[in-house]
């Protein structure tokens, strides 16, 4: 059973769901250049909120092998913010750290239920993955199911090809399910991995 906290700013309350911190395992199963990419990983997902109109968001994987014998070698260290998508205004800071230019207010139910559209909620993911990878994505939540695809993707010089993705989150008996499409590696979108988390 999922326990959902009362005490969100207005803005979170769609995301509500997600808070806490998940742990499970998954599969990759992903073909590129002849070279197939398949087992079993960790996973550690973490999100939480500091009280600002965002999420605080952060994970971690561990490859186990094909058959779970091999010295678990980490794959993944991504860190970012999961937020609504809504124009900002004089009263939000920035960019930087520039501060408000007009009084703020408390952002209502109201507020935020204006922002929902025939399909769910827009937001807005941006993550930073430890290999200089850095994503935008765009999408929606919708209950208790999150669709997001890249809207821009960066790479530092020494980067491993990597150029879109696709991410579905769901809620599904009580476990966080996701399947991560991407595009690397020369190759098109296509599946590469997916985990079942329970809440810990």
């Known amino acids: 059973m999922i326990e959902l906290p009362t005490d969100l700013p207005a803005e979170l309350v769609p995301f509500s769901w997600l808070l806490g911190v998940w742990e499970g395992t998954g599969v990759i199963e992903y073909t590129a ?8 990983f960790s996973h550690r997902v973490s999100f939480s909120h500091d009280g600002g109109p965002f999420l605080n968001y952060s994970a971690t994987a561990s490859f186990l092998g094909a058959d779970g014998t091999d010295e678990p070698v980490r ?14 205004t004089d009263a939000d800071p920035g960019p930087a750290l520039l501060p408000p230019v007009s009084p703020g207010r408390v952002r209502t139910v109201d507020d935020v239920e204006s922002l929902r559209t025939e399909d769910g909620f827009p937001i807005e993911v941006s993550v930073v993955h430890s290999d200089g990878t850095l994503e935008l994505y765009l999408g929606r939540i919708a209950g208790p199911r999150i669709d997001i695809a890249t809207d821009a993707v960066v790479r530092s010089a ?39 988390l329970a809440k810990v």
Do not use: C, N
């Open 75 to 88: 794959l993944l260290a991504e860190t970012g913010f999961w937020r609504l998508s809504r124009p900002r």
């Open 33 to 40: 250049g002849g070279t197939r990419f398949q087992g079993e």
């Open 158 to 196: 020494g980067a491993k090809a990597y150029t879109a993705a696709t991410r579905m989150y769901g809620l599904v008996d009580s476990h966080l399910l996701w399947a991560w499409d991407i595009t690397a590696l020369g190759e098109q979108l296509k599946s590469h991995a997916s985990a079942r």
